[in-house]
């Protein structure tokens, strides 16, 4: 047990790496008869207990990382005070479109029947959403299609969303920020977000799009500004 055993040395807990069944059959091969569920009594008596693995350790850790949520505050509050629009966008996840099953659930007479299996040959099509949060409303909205998460998709998405409630809300404005993770669609990296901002949004409704990307996995890199003039 010595070379699998692990353990916390502040609270005193400690886990074993072999199953109860593994232990019991190691026991039996030097004659000590004794069953699985005997060993996790004996376990527990002996202040082990089960544990599973927990993503805890940061890596490629930036020294930098305080600043880059203290820049993108800063926006934020420039934004603010000039009364300037301001929305988080993030790609969701692809669904399935037909009689699936889906997490949630609703006051009815009774169950609402689906598929039993989830087979894509049984979908009418793949939904990709696309969010949009518009922080200082505290209103949401989410674009659905029907083909790619792409940068033009996403664009396409920003411009939907101001037409249809953003301009309505805000009126004319000379500015809109834009906070956004650093891959997929809307990646830092990729040039064809860059330009389906500038012909999308820029040059349609005359204004300037500000965006700052979350650095990777929120923990290193740099706060990203990227200015599309109109």
């Known amino acids: 047990m010595e070379h699998d055993t692990a353990g916390d040395p502040i609270t005193g807990l400690k886990w074993t790496r072999k199953?109860?069944?593994?232990?019991?059959?190691?026991?039996?091969?030097?004659?000590?008869?004794?069953?699985?569920?005997?060993?996790?009594?004996l376990l527990y008596q002996m202040n082990f207990s089960l544990r599973v693995n927990r993503k805890q350790i940061a890596t490629?850790?930036?020294?930098?990382?305080?600043?880059?949520?203290?820049?993108?505050?800063?926006?934020r509050t420039r934004f603010q005070r000039q009364g300037l629009p301001i929305i988080s966008v993030d790609s969701k996840k692809?669904?399935?479109?037909?009689?699936?099953?889906?997490?949630?659930?609703?006051?009815?007479?009774?169950?609402?029947?689906?598929?039993?299996?989830?087979?894509?040959?049984?979908?009418?099509?793949?939904?990709?959403?696309y969010g949009i949060y518009d922080e200082p409303h505290n209103r949401g909205a989410v674009c659905v299609g029907t083909?790619?998460?792409?940068?033009?998709?996403a664009a396409h998405s920003i411009a939907?969303?101001?037409?249809?409630?953003?301009?309505?809300?805000?009126?004319?404005?000379?500015?809109?920020?834009?906070?956004?993770?650093?891959?997929?669609?809307?990646?830092?990296r990729s040039w064809a977000w860059k330009t389906e901002v500038q012909a999308q949004l820029c040059n349609a409704f005359g204004f300037t799009v500000?965006?700052?990307?979350?650095?990777?996995?929120?923990?290193?890199?740099?706060?990203?500004?990227r200015e599309s003039k109109a």
Not at 24 to 41: G, W
Not at 147 to 153: K, L, M, N, R
């Open 160 to 188: 939907t969303w101001w037409k249809r409630e953003g301009l309505r809300r805000w009126g004319p404005v000379p500015k809109l920020l834009v906070l956004a993770d650093s891959g997929g669609s809307n990646s830092c």
């Open 210 to 225: 500000m965006i700052a990307h979350y650095p990777c996995r929120n923990s290193r890199g740099f706060w990203i500004r």
């Open 19 to 41: 199953t109860t069944e593994k232990i019991a059959a190691v026991l039996q091969e030097i004659d000590i008869p004794v069953s699985a569920n005997t060993v996790a009594r």
């Open 94 to 129: 692809r669904e399935l479109i037909g009689n699936f099953k889906n997490a949630g659930a609703k006051w009815d007479r009774s169950p609402v029947a689906v598929n039993d299996h989830d087979f894509g040959s049984d979908a009418s099509g793949v939904g990709i959403s």
């Open 147 to 153: 083909s790619h998460d792409t940068p033009a998709f």
């Open 60 to 75: 490629n850790s930036s020294p930098y990382r305080d600043q880059q949520f203290q820049h993108i505050g800063s926006l």
